[in-house]
Nanobody, 119 residues
Framework: VQLVESGGGLVQPGGSLRLSCVAS????????MSWVRQTPGKGPDWVSM????????VYTYSVKGRFTISRDNAKNTLYLQMNSLKPEDTAVYYC?????????????WGQGTQVTVSS
């Protein structure tokens, strides 16, 4: 299993970024996927989850209405569109594979991509 994130960077408050995660080594279309973020000195903070089919999504309260998770099963790719970014969104963002098609434990993580929101 390999998960490779990209799309992070430095953005001003109120700006947008789109993260991507290319998956390989497993049948992407039958597993749920999540985005998780982490800041130094803190534990992982789950951000969003999408079902294997893409038909169901859920978000942590702090990003609801600003972030959108999506997936393209034909391209084995997971996305996170982040709008109206705030300094408190600064973190390393990881994509993670679910053990099930929806809401199961996360068993594989990518290497992460840094998102920094600062003026």
């Amino acid at each position: 299993v390999q998960l490779v994130e990209s799309g992070g960077g430095l953005v001003q408050p109120g700006g947008s970024l789109r993260l991507s995660c290319v998956a390989s080594g497993f049948t992407f279309s039958i597993y749920g996927m999540s985005w998780v973020r982490q800041t130094p000195g803190k534990g992982p903070d789950w951000v969003s989850m999408i079902a294997a089919s893409g038909g169901a999504t859920v978000y942590t309260y702090s990003v609801k209405g600003r972030f959108t998770i999506s997936r393209d099963n034909a391209k084995n790719t997971l996305y996170l569109q982040m709008n109206s970014l705030k300094p408190e969104d600064t973190a390393v963002y990881y994509c993670a594979k679910d053990q099930n098609s929806w809401a199961g434990p996360l068993d594989y993580w990518g290497q992460g991509t840094q998102v920094t929101v600062s003026s």
